[in-house]
């Protein structure tokens, strides 16, 4: 069917390794996978850890195509790569860390066409997905800009262990100020806790904080720490079943987890529509 109009979602927080790639690329596992939705990941991350994980979700061993390539030449499409049903990835690599000059090349000065660009390319290929996940590093730089204006909804990861929201905030401030200067309706879509240590007082105290600020932004589901989730990360997203045909009881956990988070976030999705 050619007749869709993908949504595209942005994972962010200004702060790394709090779980923003485990959430692209778990949420898009889950809208190819249970929900059956056309799915597209746009890794834009020069580290290319989402490239990674769903090029071994998919068995894929050599990778030819490129964000990077795809940013040079001005078009996408040939960039894509099919990791399972439903389920492609625009993979990133090193180079793409050359993102700024290769923006200065094309646009020179002119930083509406640099900051807009993502959002230029990623128009020809919505009418193919239902859901874009696009992954960024954790910095104020041309990635989260191009990837902010680019989308619709910010899904925002918020770690708990820390004293402040710090990452999250600035995140929040960031978007809404970007949003404002270039006229572009980006709204949040909801923020994922995630407990990624054992919770205590402070993962309390900074969720009941996040909740006071953000109110039902907040998801009820909270992330928090799967060794499957971590297992992933090596062996690529799987579902394993016993000899007796039941779902493999670590792997239902980690799926059932991000399956809730999901379909708060399509609860979301639905009252913000609707306004
Ligand atoms: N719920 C979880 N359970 C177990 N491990 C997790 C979980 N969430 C994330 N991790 C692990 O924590 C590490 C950091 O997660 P991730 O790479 O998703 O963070 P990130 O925010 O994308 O980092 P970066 O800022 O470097 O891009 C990874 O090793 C990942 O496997
Ligand atoms: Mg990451």
Known sequence: MNNKNATVYVVGNFKGGVGKTKTVTMLAYESATHFKEKTLVIDLDPQGNATRVLAKTGGISSITTSVTDGFSNGDLEPEIVNVTTNLDLIPANTAFRNLTKILVQKFGNDEDSQIFYLKKLIEPLKEKYDRIYIDVPPTISDYSDNAMLAADYCIIVLQTQELSLDGAQTYIAYMQ???????????????????????????????????????????????????????????????????????????????????????????????????
Do not use: C
């Open 177 to 275: 100020f970007l949003s404002d200067k270039y006229n572009s309706n980006l709204n949040v879509l909801g923020i994922v806790p995630m407990m990624l240590r054992a919770g205590g007082r402070v993962d309390t105290k900074v969720l009941d904080q996040a909740i006071s600020m953000y109110g039902g932004n907040v998801l009820q589901t909270i992330v928090k720490y799967q060794e499957r989730l971590k297992v992933y990360d090596v062996e690529g997203i799987s579902i394993n079943y016993n000899q007796r045909g039941k779902m493999d009881m670590w792997d239902q956990k980690a799926h059932a987890l991000f399956i809730n988070v999901l379909t708060e976030l399509n609860e979301h999705q639905k009252v913000l529509d609707s306004l």
